[in-house]
T-cell receptor, first 111, second 114 residues
């Protein structure tokens, strides 16, 4: 079946640093979704991408839909403490329109 | 109203109990979902309702029984659960079942089976 490989699994960063994470797929996606989940809460949609090459920003967050349609990147600039959480990539590529999820990237900010 | 509301937030139940999880949205979304999420894992799809009809059941054991009374409400009835069913149960909705505009998730019900 289709799988998403998300990396890194976790990141320890200093406040103020930029962050990058990515997802790759074994097959072509037509949509990429990036979610963030805080502890004890449900995932919140950050950015949705619909076209190859598309670059979309949401505040300090920027996501790109890869040209090959098999990957996507999420960047966070100048990280702040409230950025901690788990970031998931997801896409709805299968015939049942079910989201396929990456394993998540856990962001931890060093004190 | 752009929220999905889930109740209760926490639930502890014994293996012989019957309980229900509730979910409500007033965004006019026509697809609603139940997900199960274990710690440090992505959500796993359990059920999909599209226009109030069950359209996908991801081989979920019969001790979980979904119900969609109307387009705004989604319930998950629980009976004779096992300790391994302890997890965060998330409800979500989307404009339609393609989910192409993203899902809106509730905050979840943290279920502990003892």
């Amino acid at each position: 079946g289709q799988q998403l490989n998300q990396s890194p699994q976790s990141m320890f960063i200093q406040e103020g640093e930029d962050v990058s994470m990515n997802c790759t797929s074994s097959s072509i996606f037509n949509t990429w979704l990036w979610y963030k989940q805080d502890p004890g809460e449900g995932p919140v949609l950050l950015i949705a991408l619909y076209k190859a090459g598309e670059l979309t920003s949401n505040g300090r967050l920027t996501a790109q839909f890869g040209i090959t349609r098999k990957d996507s990147f999420l960047n966070i600039s100048a990280s702040i403490p409230s950025d901690v959480g788990i970031y998931f990539c997801a896409g709805p590529p299968n015939s049942n329109y079910q989201l396929i999820w990456g394993a998540g990237t856990k962001l931890i900010i060093k004190p | 109203d752009t929220e999905v509301t889930q109740t209760p937030k926490h639930l502890v139940m014994g293996m012989t109990n019957k309980k229900s999880l509730k979910c409500e949205q007033h965004m006019g979304h026509r697809a609603m979902y139940w997900y199960k999420q274990k710690a440090k894992k992505p959500p796993e799809l359990m059920f999909v309702y599209s226009y109030e009809k069950l359209s996908i059941n991801e081989s979920v054991p019969s001790r979980f029984s979904p119900e969609c009374p109307n387009s705004s409400l989604l319930n998950l009835h629980l009976h004779a659960l096992q300790p391994e069913d302890s997890a965060l149960y998330l409800c979500a909705s989307s404009q339609d079942r393609t989910g192409l505009n993203g899902y809106t998730f509730g905050s979840g019900t943290r279920l502990t089976v003892v």
